[in-house]
């Protein structure tokens, strides 16, 4: 079979060399003779491949030991209302505790792309399940407004609207630090004050680039663009927003952080393949020499990526230069016709998902880990052929 370039959103591409020892150990992982799919999650065996999963993530990530590793279930959408439920359970404590029930609780969200306006969207939908406190969803950023009504910039902090802690009870600051569907990317971490824990989905640039974990409150992605498979979602939660289930508005325990805590991630069955999955990735990226070391071949990837788009007359970037993303580049054509065109041509090559999202249209080129550079350098080979016929 001929080779493949699969630049998808996600589910995206694992590491060649990971798929290879997960199909060697796929009858017999780790000497005990059976499939990781059939240990139960409770046996010595499992109970290894987790805790080396944990260790590896949290030497990658230099986690400190103040924070919890959590393995969820239901997608990072689920976490939309996890961040929402344990993090004003946890300002209505406090709250109480300070003899203050009925003040209002403020959340702020930075809308830079489709993910955070979805996230902002469920924490206004579940605000009517909070009793005793009036919560309001503040869009601290909220760039469609001030962008003719389009994704593609994050304007600059002077011009965000963040809720003053000293003058409101704010439970939390979130964000997307890499919106996928928009290829918009943070270059730097929002400066919030350091009494309101800033939450952030790195669902899409997840171990792409080294992050200083102490800086956040909870990090948290799914697993199927930069780790693995579809089915587990990792969160890293600093220990002191844990609450007890009681505490807080009614949510599902499985929604809960601090079940998932004390329980290890398996108050129930967690879905054991994709953590094995998640643990071999960790693994590969060790051997790559770390987030340090990924992180400059993501970059160099990404550059000479948009070096092809920027100067061609075909080819054109909605991202303003200051925020586009090193792991999902979206570009379009002049005209649609030549984008169908385009993706003809490059299924005809072997190069797969490489259409943009249905809400957005256009190229999206995936560039993750798994990518290699060779595969970026096969794309830009193409796009300049095609241009090459198909003159401005």
């Not at 020499?289 to 071949?297: E, H, N, V």
Request: proline residues 5%; contains cysteine.
């Amino acid at each position: 079979m001929s080779y493949v370039y699969n630049f998808g959103a996600g589910p995206a591409k694992i590491p060649e060399a990971v798929l290879l020892k997960a199909q060697k150990e796929f009858l017999n992982v780790n000497g005990t003779g059976m499939s990781v799919m059939e240990l139960s999650h409770r046996s010595k065996p499992f109970g290894a491949i987790l805790a080396k999963t944990k260790k590896d993530l949290s030497t990658l990530m230099n986690i400190p030991s103040n924070y919890s590793i959590l393995f969820m279930q239901g997608g990072a959408t689920t976490e939309f209302a996890s961040v929402f439920y344990n993090l004003v359970a946890k300002k209505q404590l406090e709250l109480k505790q300070a003899g203050r029930e009925d003040e209002e609780i403020v959340v702020d969200y930075l809308v830079t792309g489709a993910w955070s306006s979805k996230a902002a969207q469920e924490a206004e939908r579940l605000i009517p399940s909070v009793v005793g406190n009036r919560v309001r969803v503040n869009r601290a950023v909220n760039v469609k407004e001030v962008n003719g009504g389009k994704f593609g910039v994050i304007p600059p902090q002077s011009e965000w609207k963040l809720t003053d802690p000293k003058k409101h009870n704010v439970a939390y600051v979130y964000y997307c630090d890499n919106e996928t569907v928009h290829g918009v990317e943070f270059q730097s971490v929002p400066k919030v004050d350091p009494s309101v824990p800033l939450v952030t989905d790195v669902s899409s640039n997840f171990l792409s680039r080294p992050i200083q974990v102490s800086q956040y409150g909870i990090v948290y992605g799914g697993a199927q663009k930069n780790l693995g498979p579809a089915g587990v979602t990792i969160v890293v939660v600093r220990n002191d927003l844990l609450v007890d289930l009681n505490q807080g508005p009614v949510r599902s325990l499985m929604l809960d952080f601090k079940t998932a805590a004390d329980n290890d991630s398996m108050y129930n069955t967690p879905p054991t393949f994709a953590i094995y999955m998640v643990g071999l990735t960790l693994e590969w990226l060790i051997q790559q020499g770390g987030l340090t070391a990924i992180q400059k071949i993501n970059q160099r990837k990404a550059e000479k990526l948009y070096k092809a788009i920027d100067s061609s007359k075909l080819y054109r970037s909605p991202v303003h230069v200051n925020c586009r993303s090193h792991m999902n580049v979206v570009f379009n054509l002049t005209t649609e016709a030549l984008e169908k065109e385009f993706l003809k041509g490059a299924e005809e090559r072997n190069m797969q998902q490489l259409k943009g999202h249905r809400s957005t249209g256009g190229i999206r080129a995936s560039i993750y880990n798994a990518i290699p550079e060779k595969d970026v350098d096969a794309l830009i080979a193409y796009m300049v052929e095609f241009e090459k016929k198909h003159p401005c």
